[in-house]
């Protein structure tokens, strides 16, 4: 058998994968803009932090581990930011987000009022 | 002064966490730009409450922990609208949430928190309200029952 602390730092990362795939299907599947940074988030936060916190498990106690934690860090701090520079931008460029179950534009509403 | 002493011990840690060689001539050039940075930054008049915001430390323990729990949970809910057969099950909204923070410090943290959590998304402040676009109704709900609000303004503390 092999080292257990190897064996949870490889599920970590292969899970961390499996979020950033599914952030990935979403950026495929979702509708519009707006939905879209959604599933990006996903990418961002839990698939990028398992990855870390698996190879962060494989460095063991070290100075590399630190770096990672580092990583980690920064990560927390700039994802948002990054993800909402975005959506500010479209906003107030005037992309008007899909709404409701019938994903419906709400100008193209009042157009046809 | 309180804040330049903890900008300099940030830095210096960062110095050494990236650093790997502790001979002494290399050390003390880290402890040399370390000092020069503090300087340059008290000169530029940036060290203060909102740029170093050490008043956060004793709240942070406390919110960590849940806002991980949280980006998690969402994670697995966003997870789930995506991968849903046949459609992606979503009901997309754009609202406002009230804030109850003192503090722009206060507001940019909860922004960021709403952000951070994958099913919503902090689009701008305006005033005391933040505007959020959600991946479903549910979502919003959730958001506007006021949990993460709290937190965060127990994590800002009695300031001003």
Redesign the interface.
């Given at each position: 058998m092999a080292n257990p602390i190897e064996v949870l730092s490889w599920v970590f990362i292969l899970s961390g994968s499996i979020f950033v795939i599914i952030g990935g299907i979403g950026l495929l599947r979702l509708p519009d803009f707006y939905t879209r940074i959604h599933a990006a988030g996903i990418t961002d936060t839990l698939g990028a932090w398992l990855i870390l916190l698996g190879l962060m498990l494989h460095e063991g106690f070290s100075l590399n581990a630190a770096k990672l934690a580092m990583l980690l860090f920064f990560l927390l701090a700039t994802g948002p930011l990054a993800s909402h520079a975005l959506a500010k931008a479209a906003f107030l460029r005037g992309l008007d987000p899909l709404q409701g179950r019938g994903l419906v534009d709400r100008h193209e509403v009042d157009d046809n009022a | 002064m309180k804040h330049a002493v903890a900008l300099f011990f940030l830095l210096m840690s960062?110095w050494l966490?990236?650093s790997?060689h502790y001979t002494v001539l290399i050390t003390s050039f880290g402890i040399a730009s370390c000092l020069l940075v503090v300087w340059l930054s008290r000169r530029m008049g940036i060290v203060d409450d909102e740029a170093l915001p050490l008043h956060l430390l004793p709240g942070l323990p406390r919110y960590l922990p849940w806002i991980v729990k949280e980006?998690?949970k969402s994670?697995l809910d966003?997870?789930r609208r995506?991968?849903s057969l046949g459609r992606?099950d979503?009901?997309?909204?754009?609202f406002d949430a009230p804030t109850t923070q003192h503090s722009d410090l206060g507001r940019v943290i909860y922004?960021?928190?709403i952000?951070?959590?994958?099913?919503?998304?902090?689009?701008?402040v305006h005033g005391t309200k933040i505007?959020v676009?959600a991946?479903a109704d549910a979502v919003a709900d959730d958001l506007l029952e006021g949990e993460m609000d709290r937190r965060v303004t127990l994590l800002e503390g009695e300031t001003e």
């Open positions: - | 960062v966490l990236n790997g980006v998690v994670n966003t997870s995506i991968l992606p979503i009901s997309p909204r754009l922004a960021n928190s952000t951070l959590t994958p099913g919503t998304v902090s689009i701008r505007t676009h991946i």
